[in-house]
């Protein structure tokens, strides 16, 4: 079954609103036009395979949370075992990702350290904990 690129896009526009970030900020983080990412939302065009990836971290979700269906029908068997994991729809995940009462610069710091690889994310962190250091040192130091 093909993938509609306007189901992929309403369930983008979805994670996004969701999460609390706005389409710039989105395409900041993927260093892309804001419109760009707009046609994605709206299915003018399709994202290749390393932004959908990258948009997975960036909203905390799996990569079939973007591509796949979102009826997903839970069948059981006499026995009353699950033959087929529930995915829950978009609309209610439970979202640790909401970020709405953080600044401007915090949602786009997380943003940028979610769509970061795993060792960018390790120097990520390690330059975070030296720059605390410093001003820790320069706090003592007055």
Known sequence: MP???STVGQRLRILR???GYTQQQISNILN???STYAYYETGKTFPDINTFFALARIF???ILD???PED???TVSDSGASQKPVRLPLSILPNASHIYELSKDEKQIICGYRAATSEQKKLIFEKML???R???SEDASR
């Open 3 to 5: 993938i509609e690129k």
């Open 17 to 19: 609103e969701n999460c």
């Open 32 to 34: 892309i036009d804001r």
């Open 60 to 62: 905390n979700v799996d």
């Open 66 to 68: 973007i591509l796949e």
């Open 72 to 74: 997903p029908v839970t």
């Open 130 to 132: 030296e720059i605390l």
């Open 134 to 136: 410093g001003s820790d």
